[in-house]
Structures are given as C-alpha cells and as structure tokens.
C-alpha cells in the first residue's frame, strides 16, 4: 500500500508538471511517455552528460515484463553497426570520431538495479554488434495501467557530425541522445496482431518512431554558447562570477523528440505567426536571409493552418547551420528543426525556404500525425513532400517554385517529377517495404517523390477540395496517434465516398494498390487521329461518341468519320480526360476510364479532328511521358526554332569571345 | 595622337574593312550551323507531333526534358562532342580571320576579300600561336590568382563563413583588371604581325610585350575603354536574347535577323578594337622607328 502511494504521489510529482499546462494550451495527446533530464555539455570531450527520469505509461491490455528502449547513437559506436553496414557509400577502415551512449546506472525508483536486466537486442537483421536497441528484463511486469518509472545515468558521447547528430569544432547538434523508450503497440494497433514493443534498430535510411511525450530538459553549457531548442525556455541561469557554465530550463509537451544546439557563433532572431513565438538562429554572416526564412516558415504556418488542421504549439525554434554545421541541416524534431542554406545564396534559388517549408512541414506529419517513420517511410516523407510542393508553388510560383531566374525556371512539382520519371529504380520495389530494404539507393526517390507524384495523382483525379477535405479528416481523427498507411487510405475512401458518391467505384483501393504499392507505370499515348472522308451518308452506321448534327441533308464531300486511337503502354490503370478538338473550334471533353489497353473514340460529322490531348491540364503527374499525350498533325515547332537561334547566335558570340 | 584620335582612325579603318566582318559572320555562322542544325531536328524528331511545346512557351520546362528520357542523353552527348569541335574549330578558324581582318585594317590598298585571305593565310601560323598563349596564360592567370588561394583557404582549416566568399570578390576583380593587359598583349602582337609577315610569332609576343609596357598606363586604359565597350554591349545582346519568346514564325525570323545583327556588331567593335590598336602600334613604331615604314596612312 505504501508503496502505491508513494508510486502515485511520484506519479503526481512528476506529472504534475505535465498536466500543469505550462506550454500548451491544453493537453494535445496521451502522454504515455515522459522525460526529466539534466544534461551537461563538454564541448571539448565532447559528450553530453545525462541524469534521466522517465516514466511509460502501460495503456494496453498486456502485462509488459520488459522495456525497449531506443540508443540511436550507438549506431556511430563502430563500423560494425547496422547503420554503417548499410551506408555503402562508407569508407570501412575509415577512422572518425565515433559516438555512442554509455548507460552509468538504471534503477527504477525504489533504486533497484535493472543493469543486470539489460541486454541489446537486434530484432531487424540480427546484428550482435548493433546495440541501438536495449531491452531491459524487468524484475516484474508492468501491469495494464500502471506506469514504470526510470532513473537513468547516461553519458553520450556525439560523433563527428556526418548525420544529423553530433559535433564539428565548437558546433553541436545534439539529437536522439538520450535513452529513448520505443512504441508498445497493443494488438490493433497499426499491424500489430498481438501486443509489443515496437522499436527498430537505427539503420542508415531510417528515421524514428515514438510517443508524444513531456519533457522538462536542463541543458548545462559554457556562457558562451547560444543553445536552440524544440522546447521552451523557462529559466536560463547564470551564476556570473568566475563560474564558466550557465543552465537553461527547457519544457516542451506532446512533442516526439527533444533536440538541441549549441553554438557561440549563433545570432538569433525573433519573430511570430498568430500564437507562435517562432525563434531562428543562424549565422550572423546570414542576415540577410533572415527575412527570406520566416516568410518561408510562415507561408508553410499559415497554408497548412488552412488546408490540414491548426499547429497547436506556442513556439517553433529553426536554425540554419553554419558551413562547418551542414550535416545537420535538412532536419526535423518537430519543435525544432534545421533548415539549409549558404552564404549569399541567390534569392532565385529558392532551397532555404524549401527546406524551411519541407522541415516545418513535418510538425504535422510526423510530429503530429504521428506514423512509423521505420515502416511507412512515403507517410512522412512522402504526404509532407507533397505538402511542401503545394506551399511552394503556391506563395513562389506555380512554374517558380523551385528555381525562379530570368533564363530557366522550375517548379517544386516539376523537380519532384524529374526526380522519380527519371530515377532507374523506380520499378524495383513497391512503396510497402520497410525504409532500409529499399535497393539501390532508391529510398529517397520512392518515399518523397515517387509518394508526392502519386498524391499529386490522386489530386488530379479527385480533385484539389476532396484532397483538402481528406487531409483536414485525416488530421481531425489520427492527431497525435499513430496512425498507419491503411488508416490514411481509409480516410481516402470515406472522404471520397462523401464527396463524390460511387464515381471511382466503393473505394479507392484499386488507386493506392497500383501507384502506392505497385511497381507499374502511368503512360498514357495519343497514337494517331484519321479523319476518312464518308461517300454516302445513306446507309451509315451510328457509333458511339458521334455528333451528328440533327438532322439535313449532306453534300458528299462534306461528311467526315474521325477516329481517335488511344493507348495505354503503361500498366497502372487510371482514368483520365480527354480532350478533342475540331477544325471548327469545337472541343468535346471525354473520359476514359483507361482500363483497356486500348480506346478509340469515333465521331462522324461535318468537322475534322485537328488536335487531341490525354490529360490536358497535366494533372496525372505520375505519367513518365507527357509527349506522347498529345498529337497534332500541325505541330508548333516555334519554341524549337527559337530555342536554335538563341542557340546558334551564343555559339557565334562564344567562339568570337575564346579567340581574344 | 590622343585616345579620341586613335578611335576615329579604328572606326575609320573598321568601316573600310566592311567585307572582311561578313566574311567573318557568314563563316561563324555556317561553322555553327553545322552543330545547330541537326540539334533543332534531333529535337524535333523526339517531340513527333506532339502538342507539349505549348508548356515551352514560358521558357525551358523540366517536366519535357524529363520526359525525353534516352534520347536526352543521347542529344547531349552529340551535343558536348560537337561542341568541343566546334569550339577548336571556331578557335582554329579564327585564327585565320583575325589575321585577315588585321590585314585589312592596316592596307594601303583597297581593302578587298583577296587582300583579307591573302592576309589571313599569310598570318596564319603567327596568329595562331600568339591567341593561343595568350588563352593560355589568361586561364593559368585565373587559375593562379584565382582558384589556388581560395583552394588554400578553404583547405586550411574552417574560415570565417563568407570570408572565403569575400576573397574570392576581390580576387576576381584582380583578375578582371589584369586580363586587359594581356589582350593588350596579343592586340599588340598581332598588329605588329601584319606587318613583319616574316617574323615568328614568339617574336611577335616579345613585340607585344614592349610595345604594352612602353607607355603601359596609357594603353592599359586605351584597352579598358574598348573591352568595356564591348563588355556592355554583350549584356545588352544577352539580355535582348534571352529575353525573346517570339510566338509566331514571323517572330521566329524576326529573331535570327535581330541575333545575326547584333552579331555583326559585335564582330564591328572587335574590329574596331583592333583598328584602334593597330593605329596605336603605328604611332609607336614611327616614334621609335623600328619598323617598317607603316603601309596604311594614319
């Protein structure tokens, strides 16, 4: 009994601050996990001490009679690890400076010792050297309900900064350093048929998956250093005099993961979006992109604001690295994240406010739509590239979005598709296998692109208001849970049965079978159009698709069948629009369902078929061919024909220049 | 004679020298055409009869070129081996036309075509092997001033951010100010050429050489105000270039008359550098009286 007690009133203490609503307006989500650190940088040995409590929260049906906890820097322990057995690109003998979490003391809060209950486990590929997954026995189950309290004493050493976390001279970025408890998924859950802890081992193409969690984090530094945080600063204590460290008092609530930097060089600015108190660090030498950045990640605010669900955190810290930094950049902890850029890049050259946008984007997925990063990769990836196109070619640009300068402008969408149409690996593997058994390299290509294609896809199908009216349920019912791919292609389907009724069949299963989890391709082809003169109206067969006029008589050489001839080289099925155009400005828009490998569409009357097009609006982005949607007997060849003059008068201006 | 004196009398012979710039443009443009014309077809034969050049209309379109999947690839491997030949070519044919239009510029006779490639062929040989030293040590010089500092600097250990940005500025605006002085070089070298038809084109260099650094500030800046000329007029033909999107075929033409005429100007302020330099390497050589007596009345 005393026991209990104690456990509830420690409970209460510890929660106590998480339910006191210090940062959030209101609690956002279960809270099944919570973390109490005390850290303390060496910038010059280069570790980050830690002293941990932590708390899971039982809320299965299952006596759990262990813990799994992810160590994700052991995977810079060795070359031996599962991480860097998987980067191919990764020089074997090549000495760096390693990293790694070395656990001092783990006791629950009685103080009994569970040391002797750990061991690493490598549930992936069974790699005895990769210890990025530690499991803990437990002297006893923890019950359903009940929660588990940790104490841990930790020392992390950061790598050399290669890969989101570590150092570079007096740099730090300092992520997934701490002993980080897993995902029990109870039977239902996602996949899960029957209770378990679900925690995959750190692999070279893999993010993370955990728990909305509280966390109250003192960060110990030298006064020096300027530190970023995704939380939010409470207190910052100096203690002046001769003492060389100050201690700063983050709280961040219902947020995954708790990230940080630490840099002297850091200048930082401030700024706001309605209740969000948004902080950037960058270098000084930066300031001038500094005005470029919060348009980016305020324009990402204000549009996802709009069209998913509102952001429910009170601040937002982003940080663009220096030079020295980069291997930090392009990264998200959902309060925090980094964004990438240079010194005096161009403003035509839109990837700062990419990145920004891209990694702000992630707050809602991943951060709030909380999915498994390690199996559903294209979930996160995939959804928050499609949403960073729409952002960026929205506020810069729909053909701009990407690159905006007088002699070539692209499209963020217009890059995304460059990059899947053109990738060789775009058949090998289905968008249904775990992130690191992705082959050749095709991880990136598949989980951002290829996935943003086919949202985009989906888009051109279903239209821009269903796919909005999507997203908003989508982030209506799964924010901050977990949901999975099938979760997400539910909402598909109910939405879409709301809005538009049977049109594209019960469900659209058939749509994400082929694109999302097929390896076929979208290829749509205008063969050829005929228009044959008829001799005789006498005796003429109605087809389908004709328009004959009403009714009168026909001179003999006035009366024309056209024949349109469709082909379907690809193998996905899609439907798609077309459009017919006669030499009497007439235009009739058909669609086809694209289900046969071929389509003709007849028409008979007084007018010539002069031009056709698939998908005239270019909205079926996962065609790999938008040439041969179209045909014409009368080509327009004034873009070629200007390009070559332009061409022929540079060449002339280049050879006179080289001869002095 | 002054600056201003030296200009009208490169004008002057430039105007006179009218035959020896077609010549130059009709021969460029057909070297160039040999690579131009097949790219269009190559091009055109990937499009078919498609509509999707509509999505050109604002310039170049990625989601096209994506879709020109092999045949990309295969365009701009033709296209970079063409290029390579036709720049030595270019380089090559050049050589001789400069010679020629140097010829022309420092004639007694009238000038006419046989006196241009009499010139041309006469000079060939020097002409060649001054332009090419003078690239030569033009690209050593960026290279050098240029590239070996800021590959130090950046190799070193980890600078300022900007600052190897910063040096890379001022180095380049040193280079800028030193290029002058060796096309000034090979201006000289060339326009004393012509004249002693006998003489290798080592000599020549030599020549060019002392004739620069004989009243060095003088014709620095003689130099800068006629490559700066023709430096502002290059923007004004990139920026009318690349600015048109003609939409009609009668545009289209519009356009290659339009390029084809700012390229003959700009073959006309090459020419009238040149003439402006030959009229300052006579005055200098009947001052020093070490040359010939000059065949071309000043």
Redesign the interface.
């Given at each position: 009994m005393g026991r209990l007690i104690f456990s509830i009133l420690l409970l209460l203490t510890f929660t106590g601050g998480s339910y006191s609503q210090t940062v959030n307006r209101k609690v956002l989500s279960a809270r099944l996990t919570g973390y109490k650190i005390d850290a303390t940088l060496d910038p010059v040995a280069k570790t980050v001490a830690g002293k941990m409590e932590a708390y899971w929260v039982n809320n299965s049906a299952d006596p759990v009679p262990d813990l799994q906890m992810h160590m994700y820097l052991n995977a810079f322990r060795s070359n031996k690890s599962t991480f860097y057995k998987e980067n191919s690109v990764f020089d074997k003998t090549e000495k760096i400076d390693f990293g790694y979490i070395e656990i001092n003391s783990f006791t629950d809060i009685y103080g009994k010792d569970l040391k002797p209950g750990m061991s690493y486990i490598s549930p992936d590929d069974g790699n005895p050297e990769d210890m990025t997954v530690l499991l803990i026995a437990l002297p006893e189950p923890v019950r359903p309900g009940d929660t588990i309290f940790i104490i841990i004493d930790f020392k992390s050493k950061l790598p050399a900064l290669t890969h989101r976390t570590g150092f570079n001279d007096d740099f730090f970025f300092v992520g997934q350093w701490f002993p980080k408890f897993g995902v029990y998924e109870s039977a239902g859950m996602r996949f899960a048929t029957k209770g378990g802890w679900n925690c995959h081992q750190f692999h070279y193409n893999s993010e993370f998956y955990a728990n909305h969690s509280v966390y109250d984090v003192k960060i110990t530094v030298p006064k020096e250093y300027v530190v970023g945080s995704g939380g939010l600063l409470l207190n910052e204590e100096d203690p002046g005099g001769e003492g060389k460290n100050k201690t700063l008092t983050y709280r961040a609530e219902d947020i995954l993961d708790f990230a940080w930097t630490a840099w002297p060089g850091y200048a930082v600015y401030s700024d706001n979006w309605k209740h969000v108190d948004i902080t950037f660090l960058a270098p000084p030498e930066r300031k001038g992109q500094v005005d470029r950045q919060f348009i980016a990640v305020k324009s990402a605010l204000e549009y996802l604001d709009e069209k998913v669900g509102p952001y429910p955190w009170t601040h937002l810290t982003f940080v663009d690295p220096p030079a020295k930094g980069q291997g930090a950049g392009g990264m998200e902890y959902t309060t925090i994240f980094t964004s990438q850029s240079a010194y005096k890049i161009p403003e035509s050259i839109h990837i700062p406010e990419l990145v920004t946008v891209h990694e702000f984007g992630h707050a809602y997925f991943m951060g709030i739509l909380a999915s498994n990063e390690f199996e559903e990769p294209w979930l996160d990836e995939g959804v928050n590239t499609f949403w960073e196109q729409r952002i960026m070619d929205h506020y810069y640009g729909e053909n701009s979005g990407f690159l905006d300068h007088p002699l070539l402008k692209i499209s963020d969408k217009s890059y995304s598709r460059l990059s899947y149409v053109s990738s060789e690996g775009r058949q090998l593997v289905s968008n249904s296998e775990y992130s690191w058994n992705y082959p050749h390299g095709t991880y990136g290509m598949m989980s951002y692109f290829k996935t943003a294609n086919v949202l985009y896809t989906l888009m051109g199908i279903i239209g821009e208001e269903t796919t909005d009216e999507i997203f908003r349920e989508y982030y209506k019912r799964w924010a901050f849970r977990h949901p999975s791919g099938y979760d997400f292609i539910d909402v598909v389907n109910e939405v879409v049965t709301r809005v538009h009724g049977n049109k594209f069949g019960p469900d659209l299963n058939w749509f994400f079978d082929q694109t999302l989890f097929g390896t076929g391709l979208v290829d749509y082809k205008v063969v050829r159009f005929l228009n044959t003169r008829v001799s005789s109206f006498k005796g003429l067969k109605m087809e389908t698709d004709s328009l004959l006029p009403e009714s009168g008589e026909y001179k003999k050489d006035s009366l024309y069948k056209s024949t349109v001839q469709l082909e379907r080289p690809g193998d996905v099925m899609l439907p798609v629009d077309v459009l017919i155009h006669f030499d009497n400005n007439d235009s009739i828009p058909e669609t086809w369902d694209g289900k046969a490998r071929h389509k003709d569409f007849i028409y008979t009357g007084t007018r010539k078929v002069d031009w056709v097009k698939i998908d005239p609006e270019y909205k079926i982005r996962m065609d790999v061919n938008f040439i041969n949607n179209s045909y014409t007997n009368s080509p327009d060849r004034i873009p070629v024909s200007s390009f070559t003059n332009k061409f022929i008068a540079f060449m002339q201006f280049f050879i006179s220049f080289i001869s002095l | 004679m002054t600056m201003i004196d030296h200009f009208k009398s490169g004008f002057s012979r430039c105007i006179r020298s009218w035959k020896g710039i077609l010549i130059i443009w009709m021969l460029?443009?057909f070297?160039?055409?040999i690579?131009?014309?097949p790219?269009?077809a190559g091009?055109?034969s990937?499009?078919?009869?498609?509509?999707?050049?509509?999505?050109?209309?604002?310039?170049?379109?990625?989601?096209?070129?994506?879709?020109?999947?092999k045949s990309l690839g295969t365009i701009l491997s033709s296209l970079t081996s063409g290029?390579s030949v036709?720049?030595i070519l270019?380089?090559i044919m050049?050589?001789f036309l400069?010679g020629g239009i140097f010829s022309l510029l420092r004639t007694r006779e009238k000038p006419s075509a046989s006196v241009f490639f009499a010139g041309g062929a006469t000079n060939f040989l020097s002409f060649l092997i001054i332009?090419f030293i003078?690239?030569v040590i033009i690209v050593l010089l960026v290279i050098l001033l240029f590239g070996v500092p800021l590959i130090i600097m950046s190799a070193a250990g980890?600078p300022?951010?900007?600052a190897v940005?910063k040096t890379g500025r001022i180095l380049a605006l040193l280079v800028v100010l030193i290029i002058p002085v060796f096309?000034l070089i090979?201006?000289n070298a060339r326009a004393w050429q012509v004249s002693n038809a006998g003489k290798a084109g080592f000599h020549s260099i030599g020549k060019g050489f002392s004739l620069t650094f004989s009243n060095f500030f003088f014709s620095y800046f003689f130099m800068v105000i006629l490559l700066a000329v023709q430096i502002l007029f290059?923007l004004l033909?990139f920026k009318i270039?690349?600015?048109?999107?003609?939409?009609?075929?009668g545009?289209?033409f519009l356009?290659?008359i339009i390029?084809?005429v700012?390229?003959v100007f700009?073959?006309l302020l090459?020419t009238w550098r040149y003439g402006s330099i030959s009229s300052l390497v006579e005055s200098r050589v009947i001052q020093r009286k070490d040359m010939a007596k000059p065949n071309y009345e000043i």
């Open positions: - | 460029t443009l070297l160039v055409s690579l131009a014309l790219l269009r091009i055109n990937v499009l078919g009869k498609s509509m999707v050049t509509e999505l050109f209309n604002n310039g170049i379109n990625i989601d096209v070129l994506t879709d020109f999947d290029l036709i720049l270019g380089f050049n050589a400069s332009t003078s690239s980890q300022q951010e900007g940005f096309v090979a201006d290059s033909f270039l690349s600015g048109s999107h003609p939409v009609s075929g545009g289209v356009l290659f390029s084809q700012l390229f700009k073959i090459k």
